[in-house]
Every structure is written in C-alpha cells, then in structure tokens.
C-alpha cells in the first residue's frame, strides 16, 4: 500500500527530477517519529459508553454471543448468568480472545463506542471517513457553520523547517484563511467560499463504530506506514478504549501484531522492525525446507 497522499510528480522544474536524485540508492527509512510526541492539538473522547457500562455489560454481551453459538441455554439465560457475575472474568475473557483470534468478528459487532474526535486536519477526516463497514460518521459543515478564526493543523516537519518556509506556509494559509472571511463579508455563500480552505483545516467529527471496524481500523491506522496524524488518532482511541478497559483495549495493535508478520509493501526493507516482512518469512520457510529436503525429509505443512 502506497502513502494516501500520493507523492507529488516531480516536474522538469523540481529538484526531485533531477537524474542524480533518481540514481541516488534508496535511503533507508527510520520508523516515523511516533507523533504522540507531539501536541497536535487534536481530541479523541470516548463519549459513550462509560467504565461502568463496559465493565457491567460489554464484556457479558460478547460472551453471551459467542457462548450461543456451543450452548443449548438460551442466550438471554447465559447473559443472566455473565451479567449477574456468575462466570468467572477469565473464562470470559479467554473464550471472546479465543474466538476473536479464530477471527469470528460477528461476535464483536455487538458492541459499539462512540467517539467525539476534534481539532483534526481534513487531510485525517478525509482519510477516516474511507473505513465504511461498521462504522458511522456525522462531521460539521463547512456548509452551516460560518468559521470566523478557523483554525489549522500545523505539520511537525514544516513547524522546524526553515523558518523562510515556514513563514510561507503560515502565509499561505493564513492568506486562504483571510480570503473566506472577505468573500463571506462579500456575501459569498459558505458552500463556496470554503473552497478557498485548505486541507489543514481542522474540524470535529463524532464517529461510532463497533469493536470489530475498530479493531480492524487500528489494525491499519496504529501500523507505522500509517500517516502521522491519523496515526495519532488511533493512539488517542486506544488510549480511550485502554481507560474503560484494558482487556479489550488489549486488541487494539498494529496489524502486524495480531497476523505474526508485515504485509506492507513499503516496508520491504524491514525498516518497521514490530514484525518481520512477509517476503522474509517465505524466504526463510523455503530455505528451511531446501534444507530439509536435501536432508531427505519434508516440512510438515500444517
Ligand atoms: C497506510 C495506508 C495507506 C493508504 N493509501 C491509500 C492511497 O494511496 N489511496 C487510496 O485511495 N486509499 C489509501 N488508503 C485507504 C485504503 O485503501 C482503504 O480505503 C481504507 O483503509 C479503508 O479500509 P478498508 O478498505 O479495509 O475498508 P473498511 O470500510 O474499513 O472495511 C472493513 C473491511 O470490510 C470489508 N469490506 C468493506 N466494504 C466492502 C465491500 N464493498 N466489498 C467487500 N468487502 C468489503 C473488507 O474486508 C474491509 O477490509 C490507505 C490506507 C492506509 C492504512
């Protein structure tokens, strides 16, 4: 998988056209900086529901779903039993683990945590609002609401650029910023004087999804090839999910955690070293069985 924003065309003008850059070996990569480092003045809080509800009815609504499907009760009589602390938590929990690691999701989608997320760039909400099973959003208008000090998100690596570049950018923003109010002051619509607003501008959204898109949506967004600000996102969210409980909060990782290898292509070179790259796993299972056939034995396949 590509970065989401596709790098720019270098044209005949820009240095990165130019033939030494292009023979240049391909650097390798460090992991990007983990942006919980910084304050990127961006909000996760878990609106609903709260320790209580988890604690009292999450965790027997899960049970009680994958219990249903081994059990003769009916399902009402095994939440009784859960809810009421007639089940032991270990049993629970290690039964919904099993089963989600089995990856029977259905019995996660059960739940659902609602989210009020703020201060985040459209370049994030753009990128939030691809995920589309399980998951529901409601974002503020840029068409209703009239901003009069919209804010902006400013990116790490402009923030200690030069400070020329730098002055630029807030320039240029602060410019497109100046020009929505006197088109607004001119009697433009907001429909259309939001076209001036660049992707730095930050907005709020309240996003519900059940644990299933959850778990899958940090699979793909806590993952280091992740673009940094969705990336801080998801930290924020599990952050949030950890507080009301850790055990399910627990599921919230990397893809690679879960599946015991990488699949990101960008990261052939193992640059991410969380787990190894599929390609090297392969490697290493036919070399295993090379040798192991020049031994005069086959490696058992399952
Ligand atoms: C690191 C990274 C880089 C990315 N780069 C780009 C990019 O360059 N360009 C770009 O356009 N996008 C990019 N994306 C977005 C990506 O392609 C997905 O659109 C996004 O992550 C949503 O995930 P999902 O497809 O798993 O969908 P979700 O809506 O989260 O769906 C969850 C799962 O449900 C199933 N599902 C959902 N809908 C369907 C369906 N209609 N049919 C069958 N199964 C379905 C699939 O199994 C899917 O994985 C990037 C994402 C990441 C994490």
């Given at each position: 998988m590509t970065a989401e924003t596709p790098p720019p065309v270098p044209t005949p003008a820009s240095p990165a056209a130019s033939d030494a850059t292009a023979a240049a070996p391909r650097e390798r990569t460090?992991?990007?900086?983990?942006?919980?480092?910084?304050?990127?003045g961006l909000r996760a809080t878990l609106l609903f529901p709260n320790r209580e509800i988890v604690e009292r009815y999450y965790v027997p609504v899960i049970y009680t779903a994958c219990r249903t499907c081994y059990s003769e009760l009916d399902p009402d009589e095994i939440f009784r039993r859960a809810a009421d602390g007639e089940i032991d938590q270990q049993k629970m929990q290690k039964l919904i683990a099993g089963v989600i690691e089995s990856g029977h999701g259905s019995t996660i989608e059960h739940v659902v945590f609602t989210f009020g997320i703020s201060g985040v760039s459209r370049t994030l909400s753009h990128q939030l609002v691809r995920h589309r099973a399980g998951v529901a959003f409601d974002q503020q208008s840029q068409r209703y609401v009239k901003f009069k000090g919209a804010a902006t998100m400013l990116p790490a690596t402009i923030e200690d650029a030069t400070p020329e570049l730098r002055a630029r950018y807030t320039e240029q923003v602060d410019g497109a910023l100046g020009l929505y109010g006197e088109m607004l002051g001119a009697g433009i619509p907001g429909e259309d004087a939001r076209f001036v607003f660049p992707n730095a501008t930050r907005t709020n959204l309240v996003m519900t999804t059940n644990l299933r898109a959850l778990i899958h949506m940090s699979g793909l967004r806590l993952?280091?090839?992740?673009q940094w600000e969705i990336r801080r996102l998801f930290q924020l969210i599990r952050h949030e999910i950890f507080n009301v409980s850790p055990f399910l909060g627990s599921f919230l990782a990397p893809k690679c955690v879960p599946l015991g290898y990488c699949d990101e292509m960008g990261n052939r070179d193992q640059h991410c070293p969380i787990r190894p790259h599929k390609d090297n796993v392969l490697a290493a299972w036919a070399e295993k069985a090379k040798s192991a056939r020049a031994a005069g034995r086959e490696l058992p396949v399952t």
């Open positions: 460090g992991i990007p900086r983990n942006p919980g480092r910084r304050d990127l993952c280091t090839m992740a």
